[in-house]
């Protein structure tokens, strides 16, 4: 009997020696690079840009797609209108301000509340020869359009890409032109018989990039801010 237990205790006592001593590895929740490599895999990709900065004026935001060939200007695709980034309360029945005052935490001397202070903008594949580029403000809502990609290389390959605009400081004039995001074509390389997209991580907003040289096809999502306040309305 005694053996027996003496033979338990050495059992336990080395499984507890070699548990200290082993390696261990522990599950954990995805994380946010983790949920990103997912949808980079799928060809999604994701940018938001905060809007705030621009509450110093009451602007007209006019979200735009714009189509470029061959590093030429081909025309706008689409003008998307979202309001202005800020709204006065009188524009509403005097019967919902109350309940505006309260979705937007304003006090009872408070006249307007900001519209738009921030947007997203999602690129994703539908087939292999068109895209979604949605445009998300994130207090006024939510537009996608469908827009046409082009095959490049002898083997007519699709392979479309984003990169983002640097984030410029922008002039106090009344009108804005603020690119967002560059959706673009890789272009074959005849050296190494293979398509690429390479170049610069972020794109000058003045539209000077060896990427926009090469592709010959991309589209450009920004927005135009165009001032509504004047002297009258202050």
Known sequence: MKNSILAIFLMFAATASYAQDSLRISRQEPQYDDILAVFESMDINMYRFDLSGLLRHKYDAVFYIDEYRDGKYDGRLHN???GTNIVPL????EEDRDKLRQIHGLGPDDKEFDNITA???FTKPLNDST???T???HESGTMGSPVKLYPAGPDSIY???CRPFIPAPAADTDTLKIPLVLYGSGWYD???GLIRFCGEAEIDPEMKA???EYSPHYYVIGVDMIRKDSDEEQ
């Open 131 to 133: 895209a979604l580029i």
């Open 90 to 93: 009188d524009i509403y029945p």
């Open 135 to 137: 445009i998300r403000c």
């Open 159 to 161: 392979s479309y890409h």
């Open 119 to 121: 947007v997203s903008v």
């Open 210 to 212: 060896d990427i926009l």
């Open 190 to 192: 005849e050296r190494f």
């Open 80 to 82: 998307i209108h979202f």
